[in-house]
């Protein structure tokens, strides 16, 4: 009895460690750029507590930073939906492809997908788990940890930003900056520069036509029905269809790899092994630049 | 700042929709999801990016004085530099502050 209760307390404090150093990846990105977030927001005249709360109960990378325009704007809200729907969408396809991982989670459920960034989902569809963790609690842990780098980002962000005196000027480029990143790491590794050069040829079209206020909206459904248009020439390169689609290659690479090394065969295994830890190393830093 | 109410609502309303995404996945298609979403899922984000750049120059004009030169140069910067490191604090704290030295220094 004692000796079971002393394997479980170990467990219990190992799947926090585990957790806690899968993690620290992101924890340096989660707290630069919730820094970032946090300048921007303060920059607009909002203190420490807003940026707790929009940590807290928003918890989306980009989005917040967009979220600070919109504030800023004072954007209506059915410009919110839409702007947050386009942004936010990819996050669907996470769990799409987390449908199973997650079924059994129990209580953690619901926090685990609320804080489904691109960071924390890259940290979990790791096809491997480690050694003597409790499956869902290291997924939770991950979950939290993750949002809390981001929480402390942001309003640290807040308190540097307006207790240091600097010329704030050209801050705001920030929000460019990051987009600029992630529109270059998607336009390296996609199939078809075709729906990049759509959004943008779209949106600036849109831009001479409207205002700076209003542009978003028409350049929007511009973009989905464009997007449609092209679907026969883009179906072309994309790959088939497959709802799982990621999840599912990635899991069928580690269920290959542990077969192979259950059945003995060496050399070529460990290559193999070595290619998908570091495949799997830049899904995580890739991570940290898209949310 | 506008008013706190107002501003209570867009986090709200951002906060709401963002986690309606994240859930519907387990609330909706558990048995499915619809080809043009799927479909949808592998293009938008490409082309949302792109997007959001121009967005970001919403207010930047080019048809006058500097002609969007800080702009582009601190947004050439920040390609550059990605390219060549593949690091994004690199890239964003740098870009941000050459544009911050752009706007205040050079163009000022």
């Known amino acids: ?291 | 700042m506008i008013d706190v109410s107002k501003s209570l609502a867009i986090i709200a309303v951002t906060a709401v929709v963002t986690a309606l995404i994240r859930f519907s996945p387990f609330l909706i298609f558990h048995k499915g999801t619809p080809k043009p979403i799927l479909y949808l899922g592998k293009v938008l984000p490409h082309a949302v990016m792109g997007m959001l750049v121009v967005y970001c120059l919403k207010n930047t004009s080019f048809i006058s004085a500097p002609f969007g030169a800080p702009e582009l140069l601190a947004i050439l910067f920040v390609v550059i530099v990605h390219k060549w490191r593949h690091n994004t604090l690199l890239s964003v704290a740098g870009g941000t502050i050459c544009y911050m030295l752009l706007v205040q220094v050079v163009f000022a």
């Open chain 1, 1 to 291: 009895m004692e000796e079971r209760q002393q394997g479980t307390t170990t467990r219990a404090k190992n799947t926090v460690k585990q957790a806690f150093i899968a993690s620290l990846p992101v924890m340096a990105g989660y707290i630069v750029l919730g820094m970032g977030f946090g300048i921007l927001l303060q920059d607009k005249g909002y203190t420490w507590p807003w940026a707790l709360l929009m940590g807290v109960t928003i918890y989306a990378g980009s989005m917040q930073y967009v979220a600070v325009d919109l504030l800023a704007a004072g954007a209506s809200l059915i410009s919110v939906v839409l702007m947050t729907v386009m942004v936010q969408i990819r996050h669907l396809f996470y769990g799409i492809t987390l449908l199973k991982k997650y079924e059994k989670a129990g209580k953690f459920k619901p926090y685990m997908i609320f804080g489904l960034t691109d960071e924390t989902y890259s940290l979990v569809s790791r096809p491997e788990l480690p050694e003597n963790v409790d499956e869902y609690k290291y997924y939770f842990y991950l979950t939290m940890m993750n949002h809390s780098y981001w929480i402390i980002g942001d309003v640290l962000g807040v308190i540097v930003g307006s207790s240091f005196a600097f010329n704030s000027a050209g801050v705001d480029f920030a929000m460019t900056a990051l987009f600029v990143v992630i529109f270059v790491e998607q336009w390296e590794s996609a199939k078809s520069h075709l729906p990049a050069i759509t959004g943008i040829v779209i949106t600036a079209i849109c831009r001479l036509l409207f205002d700076a206020d209003t542009f978003l909206i028409p350049s929007m459904i511009g973009i989905t029905v464009a997007l449609f248009l092209e679907k026969r020439q883009l179906e072309k390169v994309l790959p088939a269809e497959d709802e799982a689609g990621e999840a599912v290659a990635e899991a069928k690479t580690a269920e290959a790899i542990t077969e192979a090394e259950t059945a003995g065969t060496v050399p070529e295994d460990t290559a193999q092994k070595d290619t998908a830890a570091s495949s799997m190393k830049m899904t995580a830093e890739e991570g940290v630049t898209h949310d």
